[in-house]
């Protein structure tokens, strides 16, 4: 079977160095590392090769029910200012799939991120690629402020 792979490019105005501390230290990734529908409840980051990263997020539905979302991982390859490198698995569900974050410096107050995410196969890819798109629509409001 064929891999499934995602790619997001976006521009955020900011530099490099405020563009990787969004990526890799967890009061930061708090405030952004959700889709836009998605509260992002709690962030733990060893940003290292074999540290291991969680998500904890959550959506409130009209009614007052809230439903829970737990993403875990672990680093593979960490480049300070330029590539990031990890697995990526949703809490109880056993498909593991790969995210690289890539930023290109455009100038001191630009930074393009390309972000890769490459799945077994496609049965996740739509639903990911909405929320990707959703969650870096909010990392560029983020580092906008």
């Not at 836009?36 to 029910?65: I, N, Y």
């Not at 001191?108 to 929320?131: C, I, N, W, Y």
């Amino acid at each position: 079977m064929k891999d499934k792979i995602i790619v997001i490019k976006r521009n955020v105005k900011a530099p490099v160095e405020k563009a990787w501390e969004a990526w890799t230290v967890p009061l930061h990734m708090k405030e952004w590392f959700s889709p836009e529908s998605l509260t992002t409840m709690e962030v733990k980051a060893d940003v290292c090769v074999g540290g291991e990263h969680m998500v904890r997020m959550r959506r409130f539905f009209d009614t007052g029910l809230k439903e829970y979302f737990v993403n875990t991982g672990v680093y593979k390859a960490v480049y300070p200012m330029r590539l990031l490198v990890f697995t990526w698995q949703w809490e109880n569900d056993p498909v593991v799939s790969e995210v690289s974050v890539e930023l290109h410096r455009i100038s001191d107050r630009q930074t393009e991120v390309v972000l890769t995410h490459v799945f077994p196969d496609e049965k996740a890819v739509g639903m990911h690629s909405k929320g990707w798109e959703s969650t870096l629509n909010k990392l560029q409001k983020y580092l906008h402020r």
